[in-house]
């Protein structure tokens, strides 16, 4: 179904990059380090693992969405003496999950904030009991009035969190947007939404943990970021660094639903552990997964935009709105990135993007890949063909008078210095998707034909690494070490969930020594055995922590030949014979190498302005449609993607995220839809939570055109959550082409195209008459 990634087209290095084009490792398509144990069964996961004596946890949840909590009571049909009962009473530290703040409790205690929220944990040796003694303890509740969107909250009648409901605003400005207005030809307007989505990762939240009095809580866990959980089960338990320790298993998936969550599960399975004595397990079912954990934010943005008469941006008044759900999660950190990606990747000298993350009383919302950015794109580029539209223009010539080249500065006034290649990118897939050939057959095929077709596009980028300071915040600190066994091993906390992590870092490591990538491992992901790398988000693993081993292993040769009489030139054999000489004077043989903010990359948290991220990756994405105008139904019938994201490290795990970005994004557009029934997911099943299957998604036909970074790994750049950026707004732009109609949010479903149509052929049936 996917054509494989065609060959890379790379650009000439500049003289100062850390690398040149030629590599022996890197850009190779070499195996995944896990994919033998995948392929053969023997990757544990953590369902698979059992320890001696151990004993199963559920939870006990709410059943509303917000109200004080009265009382607890247990049916006494049921033998309570077999079970272990932990309430918010019994941890022993503080009742919080740490994540940027800690509104959010780990146990309800006296008022519950949303449906499914964790009230009382119980755990057994016989797991088939748990369900039965869930149902047999009752909670009395006293209601208080929920919040559940947007504009309730903002209208502040009920105030569910903090004194006005609203968990962080930005404001972002340039140049005078006011005074812009009256020298404008054109103004055009809009208002765009986005629903929530489930991740939907194939392998649920699960989690085992374990206390022992001398050594402490050991937690192992199908989780993205382990030092996010230490730092929750450090506040929890009230204990020293050192006696917690956190041991990533097996993942299967993740999309950003294991960033936050795990750090709650983990903390829920290990007070059961704390207080029984025996190590517990937690896997939460499809249902009780899709219920309780977070979901992307569900978005609103207003468009408000000035034009000379050439087509030419002269303004942008932009308004950002997220539901953030019932606590802060990581709604602060989403919204900041909506804000920094709302104007595209367009020319503008005025700007200003407002927005605001509100509080309601739905399950909180949280991170997913992509992380604010396909709101914001989302909008814009719907809004940019809606402007087309509005000034007669076409979209594609639109937004090429308009594109942001070497040079320019974007809204944060952040200057341009690395290759911009927009146009060269929209060129390629202009050319590959024969665009306007087959836009031009489809326009004559379209009067006549029911099923009508065409083709969308969508010019996006995606900020690489932690937003503004975030990444000197982090400290973030990795590298390698060599075993007496022969093997280098790489010393990161990043985490390997199905993306390549292991495959890609390996293969760094493997590049900057001059070894072959057999002799390169991965340490295993423990908090008590790597350092703090940073949490494994934000397309900032082969930017940052990549770049982190590069440096750590040309410091391994460089200390191996100053002090193991390394040679210049060196066989594999020779390198690990210098390891043993150095161990033999030194001790361990080991190079850790701290982040360092590249040169000119300076963010003024104050100002909201600066280097808003150390690089970005570029894409153009497009689409071709067809909708039923029978059954009122869309399909993308086929799709390409151009994208420059830096150094290629593996072009086949490349082209896998593009593919899969871009099925997210198509299940996003016109499948996805989470139902909510007085603030509860009603649709928490994968039978009436609707995804693409494999007939869904089309023939993707994926492009790369290099431009290495020079502060990258090996020119490398953030390559994970850029896919799924665009493919919304190019399908629904496809959808216009197709039926001359604009649709301004999605999901996009079937009604909602009858809504549409038939009312436009009911004005066509009245004016005939």
């Known amino acids: 179904m996917y054509p494989m990634p065609q060959p890379v087209r790379r650009t000439g290095l500049p003289s100062n990059m850390s690398t040149s084009a030629k590599t022996r490792v890197v850009g190779a398509p070499v195996p995944r380090k896990e994919g033998v144990d995948k392929l053969l069964g023997r990757a544990r996961y ?23 909590i009265l009382s607890l009571s247990f049916e006494r049909r049921i033998e309570w003496t077999e079970f272990t009962i932990v309430t918010a009473a019994d941890i022993p530290g503080k009742n919080q999950i740490h994540l940027i703040s800690a509104d959010q409790p780990c146990l309800a205690d006296e008022v519950v904030n949303h449906c499914d929220e964790a009230i009382l944990l119980i755990a057994h040796s016989d797991k088939n009991k748990l369900r039965e003694a869930v149902n047999a303890v009752h909670i009395e509740y006293d209601p208080l009035p929920p919040v559940f969107s947007i504009e309730e909250s903002e209208r502040q009648d009920v105030v569910v969190w903090g004194s006005d409901n609203l968990i962080k605003s930005f404001l972002l400005e340039k140049g005078d947007v006011d005074s812009a207005w009256v020298e404008a030809a054109h103004v055009v307007e809009g208002t765009y939404r986005t629903g929530a989505q489930e991740h939907l990762y194939i392998e649920n939240n699960g989690v085992i943990a374990e206390y022992n009095a001398e050594t ?29 320790r956190v041991i990533q298993t097996e993942t299967g998936g993740a999309f950003g639903g294991k960033e936050d969550y795990p750090s709650i599960l983990a903390s829920h399975a290990a007070l059961l552990a704390h207080k029984s004595g025996h190590p517990v397990k937690m896997v939460y079912d499809r249902m009780e997964d899709l219920a309780a954990t977070t979901k992307r934010h569900p978005s609103r943005v207003r468009h408000r935009t000035a034009l000379d008469k050439d087509g030419k941006l002269l303004a942008m008044d932009i308004e950002v709105a997220t539901d953030g759900g019932a606590y802060s999660t990581l709604s602060s950190t989403v919204l900041s990135r909506a804000t920094l990606h709302a104007s595209g990747p367009y020319v503008c000298p005025n700007v200003r993007v407002r927005s605001h993350s509100w509080a309601t009383n739905t399950v909180p919302y ?54 911009v290649i927009l146009d060269r990118l929209l060129d390629r897939a202009l050319a590959e998707s024969d665009y306007h050939a087959r836009r031009a057959r489809f326009a004559v095929e379209n009067k006549t034909n029911p099923i009508k077709r065409g083709m969308g596009i969508a010019a996006f980028y995606h900020g690489s690494g932690f937003t503004g300071s975030g990444e000197r915040y982090l400290n973030s600190l990795a590298g390698v070490d060599v075993t007496p066994q022969g093997k280098v091993r790489v010393l990161v906390s990043s985490t390997e969930f199905g993306q390549g992590t292991n495959t890609m870092l390996a293969q760094i490591a493997a590049e900057a020594i001059g070894i072959g990538y057999d002799d390169v491992n991965l340490a295993p992901i423990d908090t008590g055995i790597v350092p703090n790398s940073g949490p494994t988000v934000a397309s900032r693993t082969s930017l940052v922590v990549g770049r982190l081993i590069e440096r750590a292993g040309l410091q391994l040769v460089a200390m191996l030949r100053e002090h193991a009489f390394l040679g210049g030139d060196f066989t594999p054999e020779e390198f690990f014979a210098a390891c043993e000489r150095y161990r033999d004077n030194h001790g361990k043989v080991e190079s850790l190498c701290r982040y360092e903010a590249p040169p000119g990359i300076f963010w003024d948290d104050q100002k909201y302005r600066g280097e808003a991220y150390p690089a970005f990756a570029w894409s153009i994405q497009v689409a071709q449609v067809a909708v039923d105008t029978v059954t009122y139904s869309a399909e993308v019938e086929e799709f390409w993607a151009v994208q420059e994201v830096g150094r290629v490290i593996h072009p086949v795990l490349a082209g896998g995220q593009i593919e899969g970005g871009i099925a997210q994004g198509i299940g996003y557009a016109l499948y996805e839809k989470v139902v909510l029934d007085n603030g509860r997911m009603a649709n928490n099943q994968m039978t009436n939570y609707i995804m ?57 479903l079937p009604e909602d195209l009858f809504a549409k149509l038939a009312a436009r052929q009911e004005i066509v049936e009245i004016a005939a008459v």
């Open 366 to 419: 949280g991170a997913f890949r992509g992380f604010g950015a396909p709101q914001a794109i989302f909008a814009i580029e719907r809004h940019m063909d809606e402007i087309a539209t509005a000034i007669g223009m076409d979209p594609i010539e639109l937004r090429r008078r308009n594109f942001l080249h070497d040079g320019d500065t974007t809204a944060t006034e952040q200057v341009m210095r690395e290759p």
């Open 692 to 748: 693409p299957t494999a007939e869904d998604v089309p023939p993707i036909h994926i492009f790369f055109e290099e431009a290495p970074l020079r502060v990258g790994a090996f020119g490398a750049k953030g390559i994970g959550e850029l896919p799924h950026d665009g493919p919304a707004p190019a399908i629904l732009n496809a959808i216009k082409d197709a039926t001359g109609i604009g649709f301004h949010a999605i999901p996009l």
């Open 46 to 68: 953590v369902d698979d693992i059992e320890r001696e004596g151990m004993l199963y946890g559920a939870t006990v949840r709410s059943t509303i969405p917000r109200g004080f």
């Open 216 to 244: 402490g809580i050991t937690v192992w866990g199908s989780l993205q970021c382990p030092f996010y959980v230490h730092k929750s089960l450090l506040s929890i338990f009230d204990l020293p660094e050192d006696r917690v």
